[in-house]
């Protein structure tokens, strides 16, 4: 879709510090993280946000790609586990947040952003 900012982001018209990516999703990391290593994951396609308005097999794959991205974060950031949410309100694309859970938990400065995404694809 022409003017979805995901749709942008995943055809990297818009910069962002994607950190997975397989052939039909990319993971990248929030712009306005509320904890250290919060990551979105969508569909390099245009699917409705109302997660089970999509086929089994579309949402198969973005829940696989969830657990691949979540398995990365837990190993690079040491994190206890990985919380989801699937709300699709904010923005009309398929997504899935994911938000590494901490002990002590902070919020990282966007300066951080690209140092921590290195850390984790590295
Ligand atoms: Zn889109």
Redesign the pocket.
């Known amino acids: 879709?022409k003017d979805?900012i995901?749709?942008k982001i995943a055809r990297r018209e818009i910069p962002s510090e994607i950190i997975y990516e397989d052939d039909a999703h990319i993971s990248f990391l929030d712009i306005n993280p509320t904890t250290v290593g919060m990551t979105v994951v969508v569909t390099k396609e245009?699917y409705d946000s109302d997660f089970y308005n999509n086929d089994k097999e579309i949402i198969d794959a973005a829940i696989n790609t969830a657990k691949n991205t979540a398995e990365l974060l837990k190993k690079k950031l040491g994190c206890e586990r990985v919380l989801t949410r699937i709300e699709g309100l904010e923005i009309d694309?398929l997504h899935i947040k994911l938000y590494p859970f901490y002990t002590n938990p902070r919020i990282p400065s966007k300066e951080e952003l690209s140092i921590l995404a290195e850390q984790i694809r590295s």
């Open positions: 879709m979805c995901f749709c245009h694309h």
